[in-house]
């Protein structure tokens, strides 16, 4: 896959359509419980590379509706190449190229006729760093309806219930016009989160949503996400195993080299993974 839109994704011989709906799991899954039964999202046998580097190794993964699933793993182990490869951000990185599939809703998001545009007003992303336009609150949230397409009916409302939803509403409600550069991180991290969820998207794709925040904005966004699960499926990236432990159902842990190794219930992870090397990196012995 390339930034110009060509594919470069390869197509099995045995799906020559490049779509399945069964999906069936090859014996290259992780250990632990990694077939779930109400997926939303489903990669198998995902490959990702960087030009001659590859990134991630034939991941098969299930993720589950409407509950948080952690990501984590040491540093360069492809967290986030995963989490960009579910809505076709990799897309935007010309080096970039995917093998395999990744089905959202028993369709393969790398099928030629999928748009990744479209695509992406289903899945939507927060990114580490809080990153507000210099708009004013109101456009902030404005602007991802409108880029969506669905600034059409009521702005206002649509704006006052996804800053409601990003549990911020209360703390800007009298200051909507005055500009989002102008809140803390943490409350510019929400201001994103509402702006990710204006347009009602279904999943929300988290790259370490709170690594940029102090402890009290930090607990602010776990407890959001939290709440979050109730309507969306949420993916989240992180480096801190405390916060993959205390608000996410499933965990995955990749491990050196673009692996997933484990992916089960987040209490299993953390109290009795199946491999040792899950075990030594949840433990600190290698991080
Ligand atoms: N845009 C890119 N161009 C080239 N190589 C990349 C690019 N992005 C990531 N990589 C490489 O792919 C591998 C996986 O990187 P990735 O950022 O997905 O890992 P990660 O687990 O999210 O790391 P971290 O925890 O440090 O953010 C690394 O070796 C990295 O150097």
Redesign the pocket.
């Known amino acids: 896959m390339t930034a110009n839109g060509g594919s470069s994704r390869s197509v099995s011989a045995s799906d020559p359509g490049g779509s399945r709906s069964d999906a069936t799991m090859t014996d290259n899954a992780p250990l632990g419980s990694p077939r779930v039964d109400n997926a939303v999202i489903k990669s198998r046998d995902l490959d990702v590379y ?2 001659d ?1 590859q ?1 991630l190794h034939g991941v098969n993964m299930d993720i589950p509706e409407r509950k948080v699933t952690a990501l984590i ?1 040491p ?7 995963f989490l960009r490869s579910i809505n076709r951000m990799n897309d935007l ?1 010309d ?2 190229r995917v093998d395999g599939d990744l089905y959202f809703h028993d369709k393969n998001v790398y099928d030629d006729d999928v748009d990744p545009v479209a695509l992406r007003r289903k899945i939507g992303m927060v990114f580490q760093k809080p990153n507000p336009f210099p708009k004013s609150i109101r456009d902030n949230v404005a602007y991802g309806l409108r880029v969506q397409g669905k600034d059409d009916g009521d702005v206002d409302e649509k704006v006052h219930t996804a800053l409601e939803r990003a549990a911020l509403l209360e703390e800007v409600e009298d200051q909507l016009d005055s500009s989002g550069l102008d809140l803390s991180g943490g409350q510019q991290q929400r201001l994103c989160i509402a702006r990710a969820i204006a347009p009602d998207p279904e999943v929300i794709l988290m790259d370490e949503p709170a690594s940029a925040l102090d402890p009290v904005a930090t607990s602010k966004i776990e407890d959001l996400i939290e709440d979050l699960a109730e309507e969306y499926t949420v993916v989240i ?1 992180t ?1 801190n195993m405390q916060q993959a432990a205390r608000i996410s159902d499933k965990t995955a842990v ?1 491990l050196t080299g ?1 692996h997933l190794v484990e992916f089960d219930d987040t209490n299993k992870i953390f109290e009795n993974p199946e491999s040792d090397r899950v075990e030594d990196y949840i433990t600190g012995k290698f991080g």
Request: one cysteine or more.
């Open positions: 960087y030009g580097d990134a793993g540093s360069g182990c492809g967290k986030s190449t990185i080096i970039a990236v480096h990749f673009g």
